[in-house]
């Protein structure tokens, strides 16, 4: 069983940044292959990045490459998400989410491949 508490959302303006931090239990975190979703209101949840236990395979939606940088410190168990450049359209609640059988090297993309979900932090930018 894994356990994922997500923080560091808030309400920013327009250009500005955020870094969205997510603590996860379990002795296996370094084997792990760790994700971040969002959900806007009366939207689905979608892929916004990812990142292999090794931290050396990322991958990331094309609405945020180039502004979002996923990262992983397995002596803390976390994987963070920094936020530039952000836009009213990034607006959603964020979530991580962590995908146990994945090998390193290897990171995915669709939601029905992570296995574990956080409760979700509030992202809004202001316009």
């Known amino acids: 069983q894994v356990q994922l508490i997500e923080s560091g959302g808030g309400l920013v303006p327009a250009g500005g940044s955020l870094r969205l931090s997510c603590i996860a239990s379990?002795?296996?975190?370094?084997?792990?292959?760790m994700g971040w979703f969002r959900q806007a209101p009366g939207k689905e949840r979608e892929f916004v990045a990812a990142?292999?236990?090794?931290?050396?395979?990322?991958d990331y939606a094309g609405s945020v490459k180039g502004r979002f940088t996923i990262s992983i410190d397995n002596a803390k168990n976390t994987v963070y998400l920094q936020m530039n450049s952000l836009k009213p359209e990034d607006t959603a609640v964020y979530y991580c989410?962590?995908?146990?059988?994945?090998?390193?090297?290897?990171?995915?993309?669709?939601?029905?491949?992570?296995?574990?979900w956080g409760q979700g932090t509030q992202v809004t930018v202001s316009s």
């Open positions: 990142i292999d236990s090794t931290g050396g395979r990322r």
């Open positions: 379990g002795r296996a975190f370094s084997r792990y292959t």
């Open positions: 989410g962590v995908d146990s059988s994945r090998p390193a090297g290897f990171v995915g993309d669709k939601l029905n491949e992570y296995d574990y």
